[in-house]
């Protein structure tokens, strides 16, 4: 029989940005009643960063299992392309007059928020116990 996969931080920090985005999309779609740009970009930022942490963390998992020597080198140059794309995401956003780049920042900072909020809590419950 097998056994159940455990929920890491990591997934449950993915399947808490999705919830919080639609509930702060809902919002912004109520407040901002215009042609919806800050609703796109929020959208974008927010996807553009589960893509980008996901490849992150799934990549880190596999090098860390093949070769442990290379993951320095493997952290480094994950970190340099994601804030590399991040850059580009947002620059694009810049110029193209149907994205606000500030809420393309927010949507990209969600992920980081809700890990912050997560592991806070779960070092609090292990404090508990």
């Known amino acids: 029989m097998k056994k159940k ?6 997934d449950k920090a993915l399947l808490g940005v999705i ?13 901002t009643k215009n042609e919806n ?38 952290t480094i140059l994950s970190y340099v392309i994601r804030y590399a794309i991040y850059a580009l995401v947002i620059l694009l956003a810049t110029f193209l007059s149907d994205f606000n780049p500030m809420y393309i920042i927010f949507g990209i900072c969600e992920y980081p928020l809700i890990m912050v909020i997560l592991s806070l809590t779960s070092l609090k419950g292990e ?3």
Not at 5 to 10: K, P
Not at 51 to 73: Q, S
């Open 5 to 10: 996969r455990e929920w890491t931080l990591f």
């Open 19 to 31: 919830p919080f985005t639609l509930l702060l999309a809902i919002v912004l779609l109520f407040v």
């Open 37 to 74: 740009s800050e609703l796109k970009s929020l959208i974008i930022g927010a996807v553009t960063s589960l893509v980008l942490n996901f490849w992150h963390i799934k990549l880190t998992f596999n090098v860390t299992e093949k070769n442990v020597e290379k993951l320095k080198l493997f």
């Open 127 to 129: 404090q508990n116990a």
